[in-house]
Every structure is written in C-alpha cells, then in structure tokens.
C-alpha cells in the first residue's frame, strides 16, 4: 500500500482495499453489503475497480459489515479480527473449511446411494 500525506490528509493507495474486499466478497454479495450499509452497489463496483476510493465513514461500515479491522481493509494488517484471536490466514482457512463441509457432504451422499 502507498500511503502518501497531502495537506494534511492521508492518501493511500486503494488496492489492498479492493483486493480485501473482493475476497470477502465470497463470503456475502455486493447486495447484500448495499442492504446492510446503505451503500451503493454501483459504489462498492467502484471500489473494486479501483475507480472511487471510498470515504471513511464507507470503510468503517464495510469493516463492520464484514466484522474485520479497517486496518485489514486497507492492507495495514493481515489480521481481519478485530480481537486479534484469529490467525492472519483467516480467509484462506474459512474457505478451506467450506470446501471441506462441501466434500464431506458429497460423499455422504455417494455412501447412502452405495447402502
């Protein structure tokens, strides 16, 4: 993340934010996000193009949304919980463990079909 001071004010460069959101969005879908924050769909595109770079108070409502730091959103922290219990690595092992309830359902299902 670039982080640059401009009068006064700080400037980041908003591709780990769109990176982090995209990846959270395979937990819950843009209109999902926009029902609960009240943010625009055609904002949170945006966002994601890196074509808008959200306002504060959009920031702390998607970190909110998703329950992860706005450290974590903006690429300041690898950590997204906000107790710091979770290891950094927290998407990648709940998306493991989603595909892992997905196979282990599938071969119930083929071990009823072989009784």
Known sequence: MTIVMEKNILITDMTDFAERLNELLKISSQKEISESTGISQASISLYLSKKRKPASDAIIKIADFFNVTTDYLLGLSNNPNKSG?????YLELKEKA???????????KITKKLR
């Open 98 to 108: 989603e595909k892992f309830e997905e196979l282990k359902d599938s071969l119930l």
């Open 85 to 89: 219990d979770l290891p950094e690595d």
